[in-house]
């Protein structure tokens, strides 16, 4: 056990060294979350240390195979990215996704050379936290409020995967997806807005807050039984209003840029794009 920690560590280390050098983290919070909670993925050490990482979500009913892979600064150049890229496509044994975080010029090298092509992008979107807000604009009959631990669990497992029926990487959250976040320092119920109506959940809004004063968008979603009541607009600016009553500096979002009206909807509340994920799949290769 002690020497599966010490390689999650490793890995943790080489992924903050690695997001100083590009500018953005090599991992989204899933893999991060994966990793600790004892599903490592594949490793390249030197050494005996961990110089390279690729973490890999097996392909479901719905989706592909999806992974993530980064290579320590120091150890760049070496062909460690293009032998852990071609591990996960040999693992996922049939059609594979891959992130690339800040959609950096090395990453579509790399899978140009190994015959992907772009298949997704995701918007990050910034806002400074104190330009000024209008109201949330609160339907009849709605009322808001925040999470409860041991509560609503469930009930907002059942809205979200309404809600993202047709996104599955959010929508089959499980009940553990949701305990590993509320495990997490950042986790406040205070900021995690729900609107009922006749006494149902309607829709949400769960902001998080990392460190050096940025607040996010975490999610958003309304029930498709509720859509045409402004929810989405109103769950939004609730949440807005808390993280710019802390006091931070910016406050981002990660929004699919193929969903025009939630760009739509961002860029009417202040958001501009700051940053781009890129996904690359090999679909018909």
């Known amino acids: 056990m002690s020497g599966v920690r010490s390689e999650v560590a490793e890995v943790l280390v080489g992924a903050e060294a690695a997001a100083a050098a590009d500018g953005v983290g090599p991992l989204s919070e899933h893999a991060v979350l994966a990793l600790r909670g004892g599903r490592p993925g594949l490793t390249v050490s030197e050494a005996g240390a961990v110089i390279a990482y690729a973490h890999l979500d097996p392909a479901t009913d719905e989706e592909p195979a999806a992974g993530e892979l980064f290579v320590h600064p120091d150890h760049r150049r070496r062909g460690h990215g293009r032998a852990l890229l071609r591990a996960l496509r040999e693992k996922a044994a049939g059609p594979l996704r891959v992130w690339a975080h800040g959609d950096l010029p090395a990453a579509a090298r790399l899978a140009e050379a190994e015959g992907m092509v772009r298949v997704r992008a995701l918007f990050q979107m910034r806002r400074p936290a104190a330009d000024p807000l209008p ?58 807005f729900l609107a009922e109506r006749d006494g149902r959940l309607a829709g949400f809004h769960w902001t998080k807050v990392h460190p050096g004063g940025i607040g996010e968008v975490y999610v958003v979603g309304v029930d498709p039984d509720a859509q045409g009541l402004g929810l989405g607009r109103a769950l939004t600016l609730a949440g807005l209003h808390h993280l710019r009553g802390l006091g931070l500096d910016q406050i981002m979002l990660y929004v699919d840029g193929s969903n025009t009206a939630a760009v739509r909807l961002y860029e009417s509340l202040g958001f501009t794009r700051h940053a781009v994920d890129v996904m690359y799949g090999t679909e018909g290769r």
Request: hydrophobic content about 40%.
């Open 135 to 192: 109201e949330p604009p609160v339907a009849e009959g709605v009322r808001i409020r925040a999470f409860e631990p041991g509560r609503d669990e469930e009930s907002w497992l059942e809205v979200n995967g309404r809600a993202f029926a047709d996104h599955p990487e959010q929508g089959a959250w499980t009940i553990d997806d949701v305990r590993a976040r509320e495990a997490e320092d950042w986790f406040d119920p205070a900021g995690f």
